[in-house]
Antibody, heavy 120, light 107 residues
Framework: QVQLVESGGGVVPPGRSLRLSCVASGFTFNIYGMHWVRQAPGKGLEWVAA????????QYVDSVKGRFSISRDNSKNTVYLQMNSLRPEDTAIYYC?????????????WGQGTLVTVSS | EIVMTQSPATLSVSPGDRATLSCRAS??????LAWYQQKPGQAPRLLIY???PRATGIPARFSGSGSETEFTLTISSLQSEDLAVYYC?????????FGGGTKVEVK
């Protein structure tokens, strides 16, 4: 079955960097778009970034443009989120998710999430 | 950015009763609308995609309707396991956006 396993979260001071990883299994990774969605403590969901199945296009929410970068390695069935210049407001659980079906960008499958805490 | 507005923020429902949740988009999103259920400590679960089809394994008591800017999620007969926060999401235009959520609680 489909599995998405995130890692890389932790506690970092403001201004530092962190890279999240999401390893996928149970489906043909290289034909699906992948996404990162975050949830601040006690708050709602916020879509963060997306990457096309082949990495040819990427999209970001305005609040992370220029600071975060999404990438993928289809040979490793892994999607990444490089987070630079972290701010306290980036504190959240970060989930990776896959397109429901190719080209349909809602999220049938989610990982368990990895917690990022930005604090001095 | 398309703003998604959900109402009410909290819905108190008795078991067995109908629950009706609303989601409004600030501009037309056609039927590119999904509904998710989230329970404490869990990742969201897809209920509805394309405004009305149920996702795999979702019980028939969940139904979605609407198009353009007005959407509804209906739980026909609330079960205790349906107590959760429900989110709508538009995927018609970047950046994708979620509504603020409706918490369904026991009356």
């Amino acid at each position: 079955q489909v599995q998405l396993v995130e890692s890389g979260g932790g506690v970092v001071p403001p201004g530092r960097s962190l890279r999240l990883s999401c390893v996928a299994s149970g489906f043909t990774f290289n034909i699906y778009g992948m996404h990162w969605v975050r949830q601040a403590p006690g708050k709602g969901l916020e879509w963060v970034a997306a990457i096309w199945y082949d990495g040819s296009d990427k999209q970001y929410v305005d609040s992370v443009k220029g600071r975060f970068s999404i990438s993928r390695d289809n040979s490793k069935n892994t999607v990444y989120l490089q987070m630079n210049s972290l701010r306290p407001e980036d504190t959240a659980i970060y989930y990776c998710a896959k397109d429901r079906v190719r080209g349909d960008e809602c999220f049938q499958h989610w990982g368990q999430g990895t917690l990022v805490t930005v604090s001095s | 950015e398309i703003v998604m507005t959900q109402s009410p923020a909290t819905l108190s429902v008795s078991p067995g009763d109908r629950a009706t949740l609303s989601c409004r988009a600030s501009q037309s999103i056609r039927t590119n609308l999904a509904w998710y259920q989230q329970k404490p400590g869990q990742a969201p679960r897809l209920l509805i995609y394309g405004a009305s089809p149920r996702a795999t394994g979702i019980p028939a008591r969940f139904s979605g309707s609407g198009s353009e800017t007005e959407f509804t999620l209906t739980i026909s007969s609330l079960q205790s396991e349906d107590l959760a926060v429900y989110y709508c999401q538009q995927y018609n235009r970047w950046p994708f956006t979620f509504g603020g959520g409706t918490k369904v609680e026991v009356k």
